[in-house]
């Protein structure tokens, strides 16, 4: 059974609901966040929080707790756990709002859920993502705003494909929940406008500073033409291989080393956490 | 006491909760529509009915209702607001999911609201808006959608106005929950792109045809500064004179003749409903 809290009271989250006055309900007012924890330990929560309070101010909502004592509500919820690791969802919505429109005090949860891996046979065979030509609005906020791959969800499945790969303009952004990578000899080429800044993308960035020059900047479509690997970040998704863009295969079509020792230098990172 | 219908069941709207998997609450994946009763009936149900259907249908989300059962709904729930008219406010979701991001069936709400009229004031004095660049996506689908405008609240009351008025690249769409027009001569221009259509909008089409030219076409900034009269319409403003639209006067400053025209055509339509 899993724990949630929700504006001060902890309970099993089968048995919390918000208010249908909520305005993430009502007007998709919502903030979000997710982690996970790694021998117990909920993994980067000093950059989560600080997005997370980033995040927040972007969308003009005071935070109702402090740091360190969401700290201590994850600590509670991670005993509650039963020893194995969980993955953390952070909502904080506009609030039960009188006049369908106008914040009053945020509402925020936290749940707790079962961590869902990535099969290993993504590893292996890379996945194949579909490009779409949008741009999410205020991509860097981690907003609730999802609707578009909700939307696109019959159009990924009819391609065979796992994701979106989003383009503006012929510019590269992220995939739909991920960032994105590409591999050009000792050079990782990473976006870094009209994208949520992933914990998971900082996190790889900072490992591979040693071993590649690592250029944050627009990426174009033009370059996949060339690219050796590709590759997409995310909490639960590591460092996935891409092997398949469209109708562009990327490198052989197959996963490549680099993706490969860059996933191996995260799971040593997290295996120590 | 307002009383709503949730999935089928008919409750006080306080006793209604929604859990917290919804793909509304996590991933802002709903619809919206919002009507209200005169003389105890649903005001253009037939439209509200067409556009809530169509809404649905581009969000891929299929109806657990048809349009008869609804409407039974609606008796029972007018018959338990104890005589005076209401507002419905239709808010369906992507349902509850497992995996936080498929849709499996949608969850329906049907709510009452008090209504809560534009004070007389308003149609007196005319209100000001603001320029926003800005266009909302999917525009002609009522989702629930509706962060940019919270998020500029601030800026909205600072300036002393009362809504935005969203124009892109010089070209205007609409208000942030309601339609625009212009008055110049006998000629009534409305955007027809970028926009919802709303029910009120098309009313107040079919009733200017006698004594109007209406243009339905995109309009640009430009074109604010020799119009005579502006006006915005929905379901609770009907037609709301605009007087100032950023530093820029609009006529003399004052709700003119044609605006207070079609306001009495439309009261006199919703009188006799």
């Given at each position: 059974?899993?724990?949630?809290?929700?504006?001060?009271?902890i309970?099993p989250?089968?048995?919390?609901?918000?208010?249908?006055?909520?305005?993430?309900l009502?007007?998709?007012y919502?903030?979000?966040d997710?982690f996970?924890?790694?021998n117990?330990r909920?993994f980067?929560?000093?950059w989560?929080?600080e997005r997370?309070?980033?995040s927040?101010?972007?969308?003009?909502?005071p935070?109702?707790?402090g740091k360190d004592?969401t700290?201590s509500i994850?600590?509670n919820?991670?005993e509650?756990s039963g020893?194995?690791?969980?993955a953390f969802r952070?909502?904080?919505t506009?609030g039960?709002?009188?006049d369908?429109?106008?914040?009053?005090?945020?509402?925020l949860?936290?749940?707790?859920?079962?961590?869902?891996?990535?099969?290993p046979?993504?590893?292996?065979q890379?996945?194949?993502?579909?490009l779409?030509e949008?741009?999410?609005?205020?991509?860097?906020?981690?907003?609730?705003?999802?609707?578009?791959?909700?939307?696109?969800?019959?159009?990924?499945?009819?391609?065979g494909?796992s994701?979106?790969l989003y383009?503006k303009?012929?510019e590269?952004s992220?995939?739909?929940?991920?960032?994105?990578?590409?591999v050009?000899g000792d050079?990782?080429?990473?976006p870094n406008?009209?994208?949520?800044?992933?914990?998971?993308?900082?996190?790889i960035?900072q490992?591979?500073?040693?071993?590649?020059?690592v250029?944050?900047?627009?990426?174009?479509l033009?370059e996949?033409y060339?690219a050796e690997?590709?590759?997409?970040t995310?909490?639960t998704k590591?460092?996935?291989?891409?092997?398949?863009i469209?109708?562009?295969t990327i490198?052989?079509g197959n996963p490549?080393?680099?993706?490969?020792?860059?996933?191996?230098r995260f799971?040593d990172?997290v295996k120590a956490?």
């Open positions: 059974m899993h724990y949630g809290y929700f504006n001060g009271t309970a989250t089968d048995q919390l609901a918000v208010g249908i006055t909520d305005l993430s009502l007007r998709g919502g903030l979000f997710y996970l924890t790694y117990g909920p980067q929560w000093d989560y929080w997370f309070q980033n927040a101010s972007r969308m003009h909502l935070l109702p707790l004592e700290y994850l600590l919820l991670i509650r020893g194995v690791d969980v952070f909502v904080m506009g039960y709002s009188a369908s429109i106008s914040i009053e005090r945020p509402n949860l936290i749940l707790t859920e079962s961590i869902h891996p990535v099969p046979i993504q590893y292996e890379g996945i194949k993502v579909i779409d949008y741009v999410r609005e205020m991509a860097e906020v981690k907003s609730t705003d999802y609707k578009r791959v909700i939307l696109m969800a019959q159009a990924i499945k009819s391609a494909a994701d979106l383009q303009g012929g590269i992220e995939l739909s929940r991920s960032n994105f990578f590409l050009k050079r990782l080429i990473t406008r009209n994208i949520l800044h992933g914990i998971t993308r900082r996190t960035i490992l591979a500073q040693s071993d590649f020059q250029d944050e900047r627009p990426v174009l033009s996949l060339d690997e590709a590759f997409t995310s909490s590591k460092v996935l291989p891409i092997v398949q469209g109708e562009l490198g052989d490549g080393p680099k993706s490969k020792f860059l996933l191996e799971d990172l956490w």
